[in-house]
């Protein structure tokens, strides 16, 4: 069992701004953060720049998700629970769940540093793939957990049997799959998961971050919860709703899991960006519109840098990674000298970087600008 935690010193680690704006690199491996905003890179701010660093909509939230947002804001000098159990109501409607088997959360991020803090423990590994999101290996490595890191397969799928062992053998409390995984956009079939499960450790929980499955052609795992399995699912209407600024997202697993998660950071939500995640689910019309032009600009750009010799990992994400046959790190740098600023590198893959899918006329100057990036490199 995690060692307890009080609330304050839970809010002194979490990670919840930084690393679900895909900033985690700001903690150190020792979990301490180093700042509490990122470094202003010049260029970022200004109006004509191309950011397709963060993993972020470009078109933002739905238009009656605004007009709710704007709404809601005559009310948010309160308190107000009654709309966060309307979004968890009709969320949970829409996918045959009870209600007790939704929370609702500030984004991603806080129920990622409570699933740490809950399930993992100087006792309790936790196991995850590499690379993969940091969160939550940032805020168990904080408490005292041991990270286990498996590589993933050289399609960019989990290693299901590798994370299985790796569990047994670090006696795990939690496993992490990212599914789509961030960063590299790549999925892990369905099976895989399902066999995971029978496989796992007995006392191991399995947490599935479906923070992009919106864009993916895989089916979900919430059925997983309406069986009641040692699953955890999380989603966040940052990605294809747009609402990255927002700080949205839900919990769904079975209610006694729920309740140790909440137990570490539950509180009101923002009324305004609860409002215009009612409004978003409401309208799902917009999904299909949203997917179709992400695979689209995805599929071009990705056929662009293939045919120039620069590969990248299947992806069905709004993200992918590329190979730029160098020094991430510096080709990055090199490409913010020009205001285009794309994602970043990790430990196991230093050759490639990660990039955003934005708009058209965005892709248009970023291969633009990587193909003078690439010939002067």
Not at 16 to 21: E, Q, V
Not at 291 to 318: D, F, I, M, Y
Request: charged share 20%; net charge neutral.
């Amino acid at each position: 069992m995690a060692h307890p935690l009080s609330r304050r010193h839970f809010l002194g680690l979490s990670a919840c701004s930084l690393a679900t704006a895909g900033l985690a690199p700001l903690i150190g491996s020792g979990g301490m953060a180093r700042a509490q905003l990122p470094p202003s890179i010049p260029g970022m701010d200004d109006p004509d720049a191309v950011l397709l660093n963060f993993n972020e909509n470009p078109h933002g939230p739905f238009a009656e998700a605004q007009q709710a947002a704007k709404d809601g804001l005559a009310q948010a000098n309160r308190y107000l629970f009654g709309p966060q159990r309307e979004l968890v109501q009709v969320f949970a409607g829409q996918n045959g769940l009870r209600e007790d088997q939704v929370a609702g959360y500030c984004g991603s991020g806080v129920a990622l540093d409570s699933a740490a803090l809950a399930f993992t423990s100087p006792r309790s590994a936790l196991v995850i793939a590499d690379p993969t999101f940091e969160s939550l290996a940032q805020m168990a490595d904080a408490h005292g957990a041991k990270v286990v890191r498996v590589p993933l397969k050289a399609d960019g799928a989990h290693d299901v049997q590798a994370m299985a062992a790796a569990a047994k053998a670090s006696t795990a409390g939690l496993i992490y799959i990212c599914n789509p995984n961030n960063p590299t956009g790549s999925v892990t079939p369905r099976a895989d998961i399902d066999w995971l499960l029978a496989h796992k450790p007995a006392d191991a929980v399995l947490l599935v971050d479906e923070a992009y499955i919106h864009y993916s052609d895989e089916p979900d795992t919430l059925d997983l919860v309406r069986a009641g399995a040692d699953v955890v699912v999380l989603r966040t209407f940052s990605k294809i709703y747009g609402m990255a600024g927002m700080r949205l997202g839900l919990a769904m697993a079975r209610p006694d899991l729920l309740q140790r998660l909440v137990l570490f950071g539950v509180n009101s939500l923002p009324v305004p960006s609860v409002a215009a995640g009612i409004a978003s689910l409401r309208n799902p019309q917009h999904l299909a519109t949203r997917k179709a032009e992400n695979t689209r600009l995805r599929g071009e750009t990705v056929a662009w840098l293939a045919a120039r010799g620069h590969g990248c990992l299947p992806s069905q994400a709004n993200c992918f990674m590329v190979d730029v046959k160098g020094d991430g790190r510096a080709f990055a740098a090199k490409m913010a000298q020009h205001k285009v600023f794309i994602g970043r590198s990790w430990p196991s893959m230093p050759q490639h970087v990660r990039i955003t899918v934005g708009t058209e006329a965005e892709m248009a100057r970023f291969r633009e600008v990587f193909a003078q990036v690439a010939a002067a490199t």
